[in-house]
Nanobody, 115 residues
Framework: QVQLVESGGGLVQPGGSLRLSCAAS????????MGWYRQAPGKQRELVAT???????KYVDSVKDRFTISRDNAKNTVYLQMNSLKPEDAAVYYC?????????WGRGTQVTVSS
């Protein structure tokens, strides 16, 4: 059974940083593509960043040069380093694992950006 557990969310001031983690179990982590999504109140869930099994990365334009996705296959964990946070980055952040047609989600971690 796939389990994805996010952590690292919290309250941060504008301009601050957070690092989110997503620990995976129940999968052969190294062969899965991983992604971070976010959903703000009243908005649709949107893709933030992805990293493939071969470590190719993609980002939504709004976070380029501020966020960095990475993975540690030895720890079965994917990270999202978020710098220069803005109020519009506030959302629940979700981790996703994908392999072919299989996709699984974590329960999310709340990120609040406010002074």
């Amino acid at each position: 059974q796939v389990q994805l557990v996010e952590s690292g969310g919290g309250l941060v001031q504008p301009g601050g940083s957070l690092r989110l983690s997503c620990a995976a179990s129940g999968i052969i982590f190294s062969i899965f593509n991983m992604g971070w999504y976010r959903q703000a109140p009243g908005k649709q869930r949107e893709l933030v960043a992805t990293i493939t099994s071969t470590r190719n990365t993609k980002y939504v334009d709004s976070v380029k040069d501020r966020f960095t996705i990475s993975r540690d296959n030895a720890k079965n964990t994917v990270y999202l380093q978020m710098n220069s946070l803005k109020p519009e980055d506030a959302a629940v952040y979700y981790c996703q694992s994908t392999l072919g047609s299989q996709a699984d989600w974590g329960r999310g971690t709340q990120v609040t950006v406010s002074s």
